[in-house]
């Protein structure tokens, strides 16, 4: 860029030596500012807006949205926070990247982990004995997993850790991590995964898995119970306590001992969770006046996985570097049908990961990181959501054949992944209530009409550009169980027609409603009109959607009101069962039906559990919650899916969801990006992005040409509006007093 | 001066109580402490012990206002109010909702707030007084009336549209500058003409209007008339007679703003995402971060007492006749 200035710098003054004077100054001044411009930019476009990052091959550059609130695997459970802590810590377990359905790998493990069972004496017994009463999974890890390089693992010459000090004095000097001279690393020992998993039932860290875990691991509630809790000064060992469940055999092996049975349990193994935690770590964040300077596990994770986080500035970027400690770590070399001519598999065998660096930029304002996206200054659209609301009609294009990329970024070579949430948006009634709930004969049909009424394919044509599928059933696409075609149609609300589900008239929704006792949408006994209530957060439904609901429901003659509130307080409108209809979602820990199919279980209901149970519709079906209770503890096979079946069937007879949906996300990423599959459970996919950093920077300097007349413009303007000042002001400091007269 | 200085401080006192009471109350009449907790915990999986344990471990376990359990003082001193608030004073924020030092963050994000809004700030000032000499020199003339129109035009347009669109213009279709982001290194200048540009442009309509008022006034009284019967050049008058005779209104909008500058600005610092403090209260409410918005929100009120004593200073230095006494 500055040779192409100089070098048309000489022609522009020769062409301009007969211009008049002033638009000789203006182009002076103009190429004066662009050359400062140009100077401190050096080659790099006027824009780039990431000029303290070197331009090589494997910086991988991103944004993010939101601020992460906890970086601590026993804390985060936002998909905004795994996103780093997923590329840092490795927990037992992974996910195939390519392999659908989803497909649990071993990671951490040298196989998968050997499941026993025992009686309560804790001899073995066989799966299905009833004198079953815990299930233990052993462990073993692989002999290459190190830490990345700390300074908690720094030593000093006598082999005691270098960083210990005894008062915030001594260690005030040190600001961020980066800012310790020394570090060290060590493998990660069998022992590292029971401290992490000590530091779940820590009550001072507050970890959201301690009540939900305590139910399963043995002896997770009375060690919660022995530890001191808040407020505690200074470090606890937490190997200085026992937890019944959990031992550590050798080095390289553990065993996790759980009450009963969960056979969902090696799902949770793949959770950042369940990674590894160095006591030396944690002792070295509680040096005194550490955690006055943010220097704590929360905001420097310390992992074994392939990136490590060199920089932590929530308020700007973070930055994650590859970690040279990294085990032996391969791409995949089979995936699903399609992967290869997709190109999925064009890295296949090449040692993970791909990428040097990775920086997030904190960028919250759509305009902003939609524009750098299409400047080729972040390499995707998104990292948690696709592309910004409101600009559908800037990126996509849609047709009878589905969801395109606009044609001008299609020329750009730009790339689409599209993917079906494992997640499911719902209305869902409450069955508690006098109106609505029940189950009699009436209120199914009552319900049903309402389903019926409830034209979802409208809905998310007109309020998600289409970005979505009704969901017949609990359990979305991708997930065991799920049945597509006629097979899964909710048969009270579609019939199938020409080979797929067509949506029953309103006619029989009417004629429901008479049988329900309210023709007309009136009630037969009171003649008054059928009202329902719809609980929404004040912020997710605006005035165009509230008129279209009212309008879908007016034409079976139900009036709606809409009783909008915050976040806190619908939910405990939820809690206490103070709903008709409310609106919520639930997106999938893990990919298994019991994850979802759990939403209808009686157990679950906040009013019976009393506690913050995911049934808020306070579905009570003793025929289902038996049937979950058995298909819970089932492996996957036939017998399985047919519970699933009975269970999903009882659910559509039941009419227990108003509606549902399973959203679509449509993530564009730049041509020089590879590997875009999304997976949908698991974050931990940064390994696998590659980048062609060349092609890049020669893009993006082609796309970011700068339009220099505007810069003429503005001063030229600028002189117009003080030229005749001056003037003015010259031709009033000669003026006479009095003119015209002598 | 001194006795004043000190007794305008002491009445500070009870004003910071005040603000610290009414967002204590704001805050808590539309949130309970369990809603804090479950908005930092997640939605998922969320125990009454879990809630339990997180409030105890960050201080929202106790009665909001008044503990009865509690013997003696402890009825008030044992509160969430009094414990929460009692630091403040001494200028110890403590930490957020999740775990974060304030006074660090606050301490790291003053800097680029600052390094925004200082030329705005100054820039800012220097054009408005200008163009407002400059239109007050042809005052009753078609370009004083064309200026005054334009300033109205200024005025009425909203600031989010000089936001936005000069990022569409400037960034996204010139690509003369990135649309936003922040260093703090070298290439820091980089980052801040597009916000500077579209804080000054933005302002131009209502501070030119309000100085030009200013002026005019003092440029029609009798010493003006005298100056210029003395022979006195149109730019002496402006600068010299006229400019200094209208500082006590202008400080009085001005200096009060000063101390506060460092808590920048909440929408440029959003847009440009500039991680100044502005952003961080943005960021705090939206994530109902009580312990960030209670900070700020009392930092704010301590700047902006010191700002109104200093404009009172400012006026024993622009008026001599003008004593604090």
Not at chain 1, 415 to 434: A, I, R, W
Not at chain 1, 668 to 687: C, D, E, M, Q
């Amino acid at each position: 860029m500055l040779a192409q200035f100089i070098s048309t710098a000489p022609r522009m003054t020769a062409a301009q030596t007969n211009q008049p004077r002033l638009a000789r100054i203006v182009n002076r001044l103009c190429l004066a500012v662009l050359f400062y411009l140009l100077v401190a930019c050096g080659d790099a476009p006027l824009n780039n807006p990431h000029p303290h990052h070197p331009e090589d091959a494997m910086v991988y550059q991103s944004f993010m949205q939101s601020i992460p609130k906890h970086l601590d695997p026993a804390q985060s459970w936002a998909v905004n926070e795994a996103i780093y802590i997923s590329q840092i810590y490795e927990p037992p377990l992974g996910y195939h990247f390519l392999k659908r359905p989803f497909e649990l790998i071993p990671t951490a493990l040298e196989s998968m982990p050997e499941i026993s069972y025992l009686d309560a004496d804790g001899n073995a017994v066989v799966e299905d004995d009833e004198a079953l009463a815990f299930t233990r999974y052993t462990l073993r890890l692989r002999d290459d997993l190190l830490y990345q390089p700390h300074p908690a693992f720094a030593l000093d010459k006598a082999g005691q850790p270098l960083y210990l000090f005894k008062t915030a004095q001594e260690g005030r000097r040190y600001r961020q991590i980066p800012d310790f001279p020394e570090t060290g690393y060590r493998p990660v020992y069998a022992n590292d995964y029971v401290y992490g998993i000590k530091r779940l039932a820590d009550p001072v860290i507050a970890s959201p898995m301690l009540g939900f875990m305590s139910q399963y691991i043995q002896g997770m509630t009375e060690f919660s119970a022995m530890l001191p809790g808040p407020p505690r000064k200074g470090w606890l060992n937490l190997d200085d306590f026992h937890m019944e469940g959990l031992e550590v055999l050798d080095d390289r092996t553990l065993t996790i001992t759980l009450n009963g049975r969960y056979p969902q349990f090696p799902f949770w193994l793949a959770m950042h969770f369940f990674s590894p935690i160095a006591p030396e770590v944690d002792r070295f964040y509680h040096n005194p006046g550490f955690v006055d300077r943010n220097l704590t596990l929360d905001w420097w994770p310390v992992g074994s996985g392939p990136f490590m986080m060199v920089e932590n500035n929530p308020n700007k970027e973070i930055v994650l570097e590859r970690n040279p400690n990294y085990r032996e770590d391969f791409f995949p070399e089979e995936g699903e049908p399609g992967d290869q001519e997709a190109g999925y598999l064009d890295d296949a065998g090449k040692r993970l990961p791909f990428l040097d660096r990775a920086v997030f930029t904190l960028e919250k304002q759509p305009l902003s990181y939609w524009t750098k996206f299409l400047q080729g200054y972040f390499d995707r659209s998104g990292e948690t959501q696709g592309y910004p609301l409101g600009l559908f009609d800037q990126a996509f294009t849609v047709s009878p054949d589905g969801v395109s990329v606009d044609s001008e970024l299609a020329d750009r070579g730009l790339t689409m992944s599209p993917s079906v949430e494992p997640s499911v948006f719902y209305y869902g009634f409450n069955m508690l209530d006098p109106v609505l709930g029940g189950y009699t004969e009436e209120r199914r049909k009552l319900r049903q009409a309402l389903q019926i009424a409830f034209p979802t394919e409208e809905y998310l044509s007109i309020f998600y550009e289409g970005n979505g599928i009704v969901a017949q059933s609990p359990i979305p696409p991708g997930i065991p169980g799920h049945l597509q075609g006629k097979a899964g149609m909710n048969p009270y609300v579609y019939d199938w027609v020409d080979g797929e589900p067509k949506r029953k008239s309103l006619e029989i929704a009417k004629q429901l409603l008479v049988e329900a006792g309210y023709p007309n949408g009136r009630d037969a006994r009171t003649g008054e009109p059928l009202k329902i209530f719809l609980d929404v957060q004040s912020q997710a439904v605006n005035n165009t959607r509230k008129r279209w609901i009212e309008r879908v429901f007016s034409e079976v003659g139900v009036q709606v009101e809409f009783r909008p509130a915050d976040f806190n307080r619908t939910r405990e409108k939820m809690l206490t069962g103070n709903s008709q209809i409310y609106s919520a979602a639930w997106g999938a820990d893990y990919p298994d039906p019991e994850n979802f199919l759990f939403l209808l279980y009686g157990p679950e209901s906040p009013l019976i559990c009393k506690c913050d149970g995911a049934n808020y519709s306070n579905y009570e079906n003793e025929e289902y919650d038996a049937l979950f209770r058995r298909m819970r503890v089932l492996p996957s096979g036939p017998e399985r899916d047919a519970l699933i079946d009975q269970m999903v069937q009882l659910y559509q007879r039941d009419a227990v969801w108003l509606y549902a949906f399973n959203p679509k996300r449509i993530f564009l990423n730049n041509p020089w990006v590879f590997n875009n599959k999304r997976h949908g459970i698991s974050n931990a996919t940064l390994k696998y992005t590659r980048i062609d950093g060349q092609q890049r920077d020669k893009l993006r300097t082609r796309w970011n040409e700068p339009t220099i007349w505007p810069l003429h413009v503005a001063l030229i303007l600028l002189i117009a509006l003080i030229a005749p000042g001056v003037v003015a002001y010259r031709r009033r400091r000669s003026a006479t007093a009095r003119q015209g007269r002598v | 001066m001194l006795a004043y200085i000190v007794r305008r401080l002491f009445y500070a006192v009870p004003i910071l109580i005040g603000v610290n009471l009414l967002t204590f109350i704001l805050f808590f009449v539309v949130n309970s402490p369990d809603d804090m907790a479950i908005s930092q915990l997640g939605a998922k999986h969320v125990t009454p012990e879990i809630v339990q344990a997180w409030k105890q471990k960050n201080g929202y376990d106790l009665p909001l206002f008044f503990n009865a359990d509690a013997g003696g003082s402890g009825a008030f001193t044992e509160t969430i109010f009094f414990t929460k608030s009692v630091r403040l004073f001494a200028l110890d924020f403590g930490r957020s909702e999740s775990g974060r030092d304030i006074s660090a963050d606050v301490s790291n994000r003053m800097w680029p707030s600052l390094a925004v809004a200082i030329p705005n700030f100054v820039i800012g000032i220097w054009v408005n007084i200008c163009v407002a000499l400059l239109v007050v020199m042809f005052h009753g003339t078609r370009l004083d009336r064309w200026a005054v129109a334009l300033f109205v035009g200024l005025m009425s347009i909203s600031y989010l549209f000089y936001i936005i669109g000069g990022q569409y213009l400037v960034a996204r279709v010139w690509k003369l500058v990135p649309i936003s982001g922040f260093s703090g290194d070298e290439h820091i200048w980089k980052f801040l003409i597009l916000p500077i540009l579209v804080g000054v442009v933005s302002g131009i309509g209502s501070g030119a209007r309000w100085y030009r008022t200013l002026f005019l006034e003092e440029a029609s009284q009798e010493y003006v008339r005298t100056a210029r019967a003395k022979g006195a050049g149109e730019l002496r008058i402006l600068f010299r007679h006229i400019l200094p005779n209208a500082l006590i209104p202008i400080l009085t909008g001005i200096v009060v703003v000063i101390p506060a500058l460092f808590m920048g600005g909440l929408l440029i610092e959003s847009f440009f995402s500039i991680p100044g403090l502005g952003s961080y209260m943005l960021d705090a409410i939206q994530s109902q971060d009580f312990a960030i918005v209670r900070s700020m929100v009392f930092l704010g009120s301590i700047l902006y007492i010191i700002g109104l004593i200093l404009t009172d200073i400012s006026y024993t230095w622009a008026d001599p006749r003008v004593r604090l006494e």
